[in-house]
């Protein structure tokens, strides 16, 4: 396992709570702190520790895979030479911070055949899975409108997420995961983004005391900051469908809404079909003018009350391993919603609509 922050401490505490699938036999980070925090979480597994991904690459014959959580300007340097190894990667969103280094990736991965699993945990989540079979047995018939509601805290007290040059923007650190739940659900080809956006609260040059809620990084002042902390994106499909999200990253302490993280779709047929803070679904409408709430099991895809998902895709990556099969989140996938992404941070700048053909 290559890095230990907020993430890679997750996926650590994660894969140990499965000794009978997986022994996590070395980790990597640079920083003690990380280190001695994450590895304080272990109940069954004693890796070897080194400080850097490099110091790895001797000890190849001691692991099948690699999980990498570093920060997202890193992802194409600790990856390339793993796959280079031919050894499977689960490698956390987004693929990469610009579409140059996410095709370098995706192209090195498809010449060794190397599958390459990406931390887009939704696509395992027991909601969002639940959510795509409603819309397989034709609730909504096909969807036209969806939305997305993500208001919430900042991002860690951490330089790099502050950095567009390092993170990509807040659009692609944060909302790759929502743009792919739009395609999950949509099921076309999105075409072209619109959005703006910009600095509320977090403002360059002016210092602002960073809190965040589920980090272990304590609160810090952050002067310097090159991405938004607020928008609004449209992507229109190419079957004529419309999505839109809306994001603010300054709310204090976080999200106390009821709804919290509300995804939402409408129908052809009228309906309506609403998850709310990953944890709810109902449906509304349509032919038959019902009103239906589904129950739902929250608890048997996370661990220990973790993010929707995230233990799930921890299987799915070791069954990948296992039998090479092709991952749910493949780095296609990950490539698409990174598209979205970029689209809307070069709306934002630009102010105008930005047709996905002008990245390719």
Not at 197 to 224: F, M, S
Not at 230 to 249: E, P, R
Request: aromatic share 10%; glycine share 10%; with cysteine.
């Amino acid at each position: 396992m290559v890095g230990l922050g907020d993430m890679g401490t997750g996926h650590l505490y994660g894969f140990d709570r499965i000794p009978e699938e997986c022994e996590i036999t070395w980790v990597a980070d640079p920083h003690e702190q990380n280190l001695a925090r994450a590895l304080g979480y272990l109940k069954h597994n004693k890796p070897q520790v080194c400080g850097t991904h490099e110091e790895l690459l001797a000890h190849v014959d001691d692991f099948d895979a690699v999980v990498i959580a570093v920060p997202n300007y890193l992802h194409r340097d600790v990856a390339l030479p793993f796959i280079y190894l031919g050894k499977p990667l689960f490698l956390e969103k987004p693929v990469a911070p610009t579409l140059a280094q996410c095709d370098e990736i995706i192209r090195a991965a498809e010449e060794r055949g190397v599958p390459v699993q990406i931390g887009l945990v939704y696509r395992y989540s027991n909601v969002y899975t639940r959510m795509a079979k409603e819309l397989r047995q034709g609730r909504l018939d096909d969807v036209t409108m969806m939305w997305c509601k993500e208001f919430r805290d900042p991002f860690p007290p951490v330089d790099w997420f502050y950095d567009e040059t390092k993170s990509g923007g807040a659009l692609v650190e944060k909302d790759c995961h929502h743009f792919d739940i739009f395609n999950w659900m949509i099921g076309a080809k999105p075409v072209r983004v619109f959005a703006s956006g910009g600095q509320h609260v977090i403002r360059n040059g002016e210092d602002v005391l960073i809190t965040n809620h589920y980090t272990h990084y304590a609160p810090k002042a952050i002067g310097t900051s090159t991405i938004v902390d607020h928008a609004w994106v449209t992507v229109d499909y190419d079957n004529g469908s419309k999505a839109m999200l809306g994001l603010c990253m300054y709310l204090k302490p976080y999200n106390l809404m009821d709804e919290g993280l509300e995804i939402g779709l409408i129908g052809r047929n009228g309906g309506q079909m609403v998850a709310k803070k990953d944890k709810t679904l109902d449906i509304f409408g349509g032919a038959d003018f019902t009103k239906e709430h589904i129950d739902l099991d929250i608890v048997s895809d996370s661990v220990d009350g973790g993010h929707t998902g995230s233990q799930k895709q921890r299987y799915a990556f070791l069954n990948t391993v296992r039998t090479g099969e092709r991952p749910f989140a493949d780095l296609t996938v990950g490539r698409n919603a990174l598209l979205i992404a970029l689209a809307g941070e070069r709306s934002i700048k630009e102010e105008r609509y930005v047709y996905l053909d002008e990245l390719k």
